[in-house]
């Protein structure tokens, strides 16, 4: 398997299991420090690897009502802060092309969101950037699909690359995981990563707006762990419940340690 390097992280070939994880949508500039500097140090604790992840803009909303997050440019501000005041690197997710060169000035990983993960143009214009890219399969990919949106990547010379699970869709309202896919996507070469968040989304669940099933997530990053993944992305929050975009899915800050250090030991063990 690839090696994929962010700063002085390495992710994958049988490297400790990496963390990505943050809110899912920037609030307000305070609760991504905050929260930051408390998973940072939860980490440092558990010597576990750790990428701070929050979206400046949640454009794939089912709602025009939703909250979609500060937008591009003081989103980028946060996120910049973040990454400087605390010394960690950052991954944000892109929907279109005009934001390319500016979230490069900033962003480690540039994500492409499951919804847009075939999206050529959106694809190839990232991975130009030569940042590490984290595609997202969609819902409604088989995991042997991600083949040709790698080649895509890799047309560009760019073989930094990390491939996400988050769940497959089953029937209306519902997404479920399905482990084999981790090894037909790591056969690939690449690094996986488990997005054990999003895979209990229930999109639409509320009408017009997602639901989630939180207290699947912890039983589902262990599987994860022991079937094997490179790495765990997860939405985390101080308040969930109270969280703008996507509560219902988050873990709540204080129950991220005792996840954390039983994953790290099952993937040691692995």
């Given amino acids: ?35 930051a500097k408390k998973i940072k140090d939860i980490a440092a604790k558990i010597g576990m690897p750790f990428i701070f992840k929050s979206s ?37 997710d892109i929907h279109c092309q005009r934001e390319i060169s500016e979230v490069a000035k900033v962003l480690d990983i540039i994500q492409i969101p499951a919804f847009l993960c075939r999206q050529t143009d959106i694809v ?16 409604f990919l088989a995991p042997w699909d991600i083949l040709p949106i790698i080649k895509k990547i890799e047309s560009t010379g760019n073989k930094n690359i990390l491939l996400t699970e988050r769940g497959v869709s089953f029937g209306y309202n519902n997404l479920v995981t399905d482990f084999r ?16 968040t999003h895979s209990v989304q229930l999109p639409g669940g509320k009408g017009s707006c997602s639901s989630g099933q939180r207290e699947f997530v912890a039983g589902l990053c262990r599987a994860a762990a022991a079937f094997g993944c490179d790495g765990l992305f997860l939405e985390v929050h101080p308040n969930p419940d109270k969280a703008l975009c996507d509560g219902p899915n988050m873990i709540d800050l204080k129950e991220l340690e005792k996840l954390l250090k039983q994953v790290k030991k099952i993937h040691e063990y692995s």
């Fill in 181 to 196: 896919s981790f090894k037909i996507m790591r056969d690939f070469g690449y690094p996986v990563i488990y997005d054990a």
């Fill in 56 to 92: 400046f803009d949640k454009a794939n909303r089912l709602s025009v009502d939703s909250y979609r997050g500060p937008g591009l440019k003081k989103g980028l501000e946060v996120l910049r802060k973040v990454k400087e005041k605390l010394k960690i690197p950052i991954l944000s």
């Fill in 1 to 35: 398997m690839r090696q994929v390097t962010v700063k002085n992280i390495k992710i994958g070939d049988r490297n400790p299991l990496v963390l990505i994880a943050g809110p899912c949508v920037i609030e307000s500039e305070s609760l991504c420090l905050d929260t």
């Fill in 124 to 139: 190839v214009a990232a991975a130009k950037t030569s940042k590490v890219i984290n595609v997202k399969k969609g819902q």
